[in-house]
Nanobody, 116 residues
């Protein structure tokens, strides 16, 4: 299933930007569907964005127009560019990879904190 390692989290102020990265090893990246999910304190994990192996992308309504997911198949890495961050974006962000929806492999998560 592969191993996923996220990086790029941190503390920023509202309105600023961050870029998260997720490096994948141990499997063929170009045929792997990739996504970002997040879990805020006291809330369930929620979908943020996906970049499918077909080239299609999908976003949660709450991040459309602010976040951009991209993948570099030469570097086995998926990115999440996050702009115009607000305190409601504060969460642990998880990278996931899957062949079929019910078989996700997860990274360890990276914390994003947005101060007002």
């Amino acid at each position: 299933q592969g191993q996923l390692v996220e990086s790029g989290g941190g503390l920023v102020q509202a309105g600023e930007s961050l870029r998260l990265s997720c490096a994948v090893s141990g499997r063929t990246f170009r045929t792997y569907n990739m996504g970002w999910f997040r879990q805020a304190p006291g809330k369930e994990r929620e979908f943020v964005a996906a970049a499918y192996w077909t080239g299609n992308t999908n976003y949660a309504d709450s991040v459309k127009g602010r976040f951009t997911i991209s993948r570099d198949n030469t570097k086995n890495t998926v990115y999440l560019q996050m702009n115009s961050l607000n305190p409601e974006d504060t969460a642990v962000y998880y990278c996931a990879g899957w062949d079929v929806p019910g078989s996700k492999t997860w990274g360890q998560g990276t914390l994003v904190t947005v101060s007002s």
